[in-house]
Protein backbone atom coordinates (compact mmCIF):
# COMPACT_ATOMS: atom_id res chain seq x y z
CA UNK A 1 0.00 0.00 0.00
CA UNK A 2 1.04 3.71 -0.31
CA UNK A 3 1.61 6.10 2.69
CA UNK A 4 -1.51 8.43 2.66
CA UNK A 5 -0.58 12.09 3.40
CA UNK A 6 -1.54 15.00 5.94
CA UNK A 7 -1.00 18.31 3.49
CA UNK A 8 -1.45 21.90 4.21
CA UNK A 9 -4.19 22.65 1.60
CA UNK A 10 -2.12 25.58 -0.28
CA UNK A 11 -1.17 26.38 -3.92
CA UNK A 12 -1.55 23.12 -5.77
CA UNK A 13 -1.28 20.75 -2.97
CA UNK A 14 -5.43 19.46 -3.90
CA UNK A 15 -4.06 18.15 -7.24
CA UNK A 16 -1.73 15.32 -5.82
CA UNK A 17 -3.42 14.84 -2.28
CA UNK A 18 -7.19 14.37 -2.53
CA UNK A 19 -8.45 14.76 0.72
CA UNK A 20 -10.05 11.79 2.60
CA UNK A 21 -9.09 10.10 -0.43
CA UNK A 22 -5.28 9.63 -0.73
CA UNK A 23 -4.60 11.77 2.99
CA UNK A 24 -6.07 14.98 4.72
CA UNK A 25 -5.65 18.36 3.40
CA UNK A 26 -5.68 20.85 6.41
CA UNK A 27 -5.69 24.76 6.87
CA UNK A 28 -4.58 25.02 10.62
CA UNK A 29 -2.49 23.29 13.62
CA UNK A 30 -5.72 22.31 14.89
CA UNK A 31 -6.74 20.22 11.28
CA UNK A 32 -3.16 18.86 11.23
CA UNK A 33 -3.28 17.73 15.18
CA UNK A 34 -6.61 16.12 14.48
CA UNK A 35 -5.82 14.41 11.25
CA UNK A 36 -2.25 12.85 12.82
CA UNK A 37 -4.18 11.76 15.86
CA UNK A 38 -6.94 9.87 13.26
CA UNK A 39 -4.08 8.33 12.09
CA UNK A 40 -2.66 7.21 14.79
CA UNK A 41 -5.69 5.79 16.12
CA UNK A 42 -7.11 4.35 12.97
CA UNK A 43 -5.12 1.67 11.35
CA UNK A 44 -7.67 0.51 8.85
CA UNK A 45 -8.59 4.15 8.29
CA UNK A 46 -4.23 4.65 7.52
CA UNK A 47 -4.69 1.24 4.81
CA UNK A 48 -7.50 2.40 2.92
CA UNK A 49 -5.74 5.93 2.31
CA UNK A 50 -3.02 4.37 2.07
CA UNK A 51 -4.15 2.44 -0.96
CA UNK A 52 -5.72 5.29 -2.51
CA UNK A 53 -2.62 7.04 -2.38
CA UNK A 54 -0.77 4.45 -4.45
CA UNK A 55 -3.84 3.93 -6.63
CA UNK A 56 -3.37 7.57 -7.89
CA UNK A 57 0.00 8.49 -8.26
CA UNK A 58 0.38 5.29 -10.39
CA UNK A 59 -2.16 6.23 -12.41
CA UNK A 60 -2.62 9.48 -12.61
CA UNK A 61 1.51 10.75 -12.31
CA UNK A 62 3.42 7.92 -14.71
CA UNK A 63 6.33 9.35 -17.23
CA UNK A 64 4.04 8.92 -19.90
CA UNK A 65 1.56 11.68 -18.38
CA UNK A 66 4.80 13.47 -17.42
CA UNK A 67 6.06 13.71 -20.65
CA UNK A 68 2.64 14.85 -22.54
CA UNK A 69 2.00 17.56 -19.92
CA UNK A 70 5.55 18.84 -20.91
CA UNK A 71 4.89 18.59 -24.74
CA UNK A 72 1.34 20.35 -24.23
CA UNK A 73 3.02 22.80 -22.09
CA UNK A 74 5.66 23.67 -24.55
CA UNK A 75 3.15 24.08 -27.39
CA UNK A 76 0.81 26.19 -25.58
CA UNK A 77 4.09 28.53 -24.94
CA UNK A 78 4.89 28.63 -28.80
CA UNK A 79 0.90 29.86 -29.40
CA UNK A 80 1.16 32.57 -26.68
Same mark, same amino acid.
Given at each position: AGIPAVAEDVG???????NDRTGFLVNDFDSRLKAIVRFGSDKLLVDQL !?? !?AKNWTTSEFTVESFISSHIQAYFNSQDS
Open positions: SVSEVVL !GI !G
